[in-house]
């Protein structure tokens, strides 16, 4: 193996309040040389998520923190550059959990083979990857189905705008909210919602009422605050709530108090349940089959904002938090 110089991103403090560039460094890495067993990836693309904030804080969570002086870690689509393992070839694309770095060694067992012929391979980041499994997960977790109305918020986002999709091929009139005119016709017009908003113009509860006056059956939460205290609100009878994330309050130095409406779930018999992505993964195959289906046949589209360079990263993810993507949110590390 010639030898490999990567570039990788440290976390070297942890932040308070919103993410800044002097809690990351840029390290160089010189790989050692291939063992009986491993294989050489080069990045192409690399995922940052908002989840990834919550990793920033020393605290026991569904997963580990990040640690300080150490390479951060999130998806990423890769070429196989080389390779001492016969599951893998040069020229194989894979996804790992190995993104933040230019190269990495890893074993067979720690990569995903792809294909190819689907472009653009950052897809395997956005609707065929987490986000879109998210929202899969999420739909079919609560069982919607075809005349549900279904509301979203952080709509034009990772998740959201293909938990919207995927609620349309169901059959569901889809309401989404978000935070710029932009985002709102993006939701309109590529996206197919019946409905959509932008959260700062107005209260969001009158908003959502206008949107949906009869009600709604089912809220997709990617937001939480005032936002899920809205959909409370407007939720009809056994209504079901996916607790998919909580962007509003991730870089909070406090906890903010509840919903001063959670009685809703008692008086109008809610089911709110937590969604965990990787609790899903033996279903992953099924996921697969049926999104990447909708994708190739043209009626699921995979919107991305793409950033050039891992120079680029923290900016991107710090962008997260101040409304820069729409969709997915992307680093092309060539």
Known sequence: MTEIISREIHLV????????ADNFTMVQT???????QQVLVRNLFMSVDPYMRGRMIDRKSYVPPFELGKPLDGSAVGEVMESRADEFKPGDIVT????????FIASPKELHPVRRDVQPLSVYLGVLGMPGMTAWAGLTMV???????????GAAGAVGH???QLAKLRGCRVIGSAGSPEKVKFLLEECGFDAAFNYKSGPISDQLNRAAPDGIDVYFDNVGGETLEAALSAMRLHGRIIACG????????????????????????????????????????????????YFQDGKLKNKETVVDGIDQAVDA???LFKGQNIGKMVVRLT
């Open 96 to 103: 790992s959990g190995f993104g933040w770095r230019e190269y």
């Open 246 to 293: 909580s962007i509003s309050s991730y870089n909070d130095e406090k906890p903010r108090p509840g919903p001063s409406n959670l009685f809703n779930i008692t008086t109008k018999r809610l089911m709110m349940q937590g969604l965990i992505v990787r609790d899903w993964m033996d279903r992953q195959k099924e996921f697969e089959k049926e999104v990447r289906a």
């Open 30 to 36: 010189r790989l050692e040389p291939l063992r009986d």
């Open 143 to 153: 069982d919607v189905k075809a005349g549900d109305i279904v509301y979203i918020s």
């Open 13 to 20: 403090s942890r932040p308070q309040g919103l993410p800044s």
């Open 162 to 164: 293909v938990a919207g």
């Open 317 to 319: 993810f710090i962008g």
